[in-house]
């Protein structure tokens, strides 16, 4: 997979893909990011890449010269089409289901503004989608766009040292993730690892764990659990973590 950036601080970019998953990726051949730096096509002595708004107000906003000419760089750069996204807190909610989708695809431009934003004649013309990563306002799209290179990197086949934790983490079952342990097993503070991750029984470590599952989303993203097809053994552990969780007594509610 090939992801072009088109950046104001392409060092950022190139520093923050070049560690981790995303660098060992890049080294194994998986994928390559690129940044673009829209300064380099301008045409004055300023390489300015900002005008002030029409209609007055605070700010500057990003033109559209120096991004169109960028942007037919990067398409250029490759035989393949590539899916252009602008980071933006006015885009769609990124989600991991959005993450599979976008990872799959050969190609992958991010557009990072700065300022007050872009000229909205270059968004309309130019761009196939808007992503946030969040309700709040960040000084660049920089940011963002590292959260969708890393997110979209860890899925190429091969990023990770072992592909079925992947297949584990938080969303990728509309859920969040269980609780882990390590060792030791008792630590400095005296507090120990759940017995039943010890008892070797590993039918009853997937039903632990599932059930972890289930009553940590139901704590604290209870909006997950109700968009979330629970079977009757779903609905049994989680009643019973409930339980456990309103009354909490030294029985295993899993038992």
């Known amino acids: 997979m090939r992801i072009d950036v088109i950046s104001l601080f ?17 080294q194994r051949g998986l994928m390559q990011v690129t940044a673009w730096n829209p300064r380099d096509f301008t045409h004055d002595n300023y390489r300015r890449v900002d005008e002030r708004t029409f209609g007055g107000g605070p700010g500057m906003v990003m033109s559209t010269q120096p991004l169109r000419e960028c942007l037919a760089a990067v398409r250029g750069a490759s035989a393949e089409r590539t899916h252009v996204v602008y980071l933006s807190p006015q885009g769609a909610r990124l989600t991991q289901a959005r993450v599979r989708e976008l990872a ?45 290179i890393d997110a979209v990197g860890r899925l190429q086949a091969g990023a990770l040292n072992d592909e079925a934790s992947a297949l584990e983490d938080s969303f990728e079952t ?40 289930l009553g940590r989303t139901w704590l604290r993203r209870p909006d997950l659990l109700a968009r979330v097809s629970l079977s009757a053994e779903d609905r049994r552990l989680l009643d019973a973590f409930r339980r456990h969780y309103l009354a909490p007594s030294k029985d295993d509610p899993t038992a």
């Open 10 to 26: 392409p060092d950022f970019i190139q520093t923050a893909a070049a560690v981790g998953v995303v660098g060992r990726a890049q």
């Open 104 to 148: 799959v695809l050969p190609r992958l431009t991010l557009l990072c503004g700065r300022y007050e934003g872009i000229d909205e004649r270059l968004l309309e013309q130019e761009v196939d989608e808007e992503l946030s990563i969040g309700d709040y306002v960040l000084s660049g799209g920089e940011l963002a766009a590292t959260v969708v």
């Open 174 to 213: 509309g859920l969040l993730d269980c609780p882990h342990y390590t060792r030791p097993e008792v630590d400095a503070q005296g507090s120990t690892v759940p017995a039943i991750l010890l008892s070797g029984d590993h039918g009853a470590i997937a039903r632990w764990r599932r059930q972890q599952a």
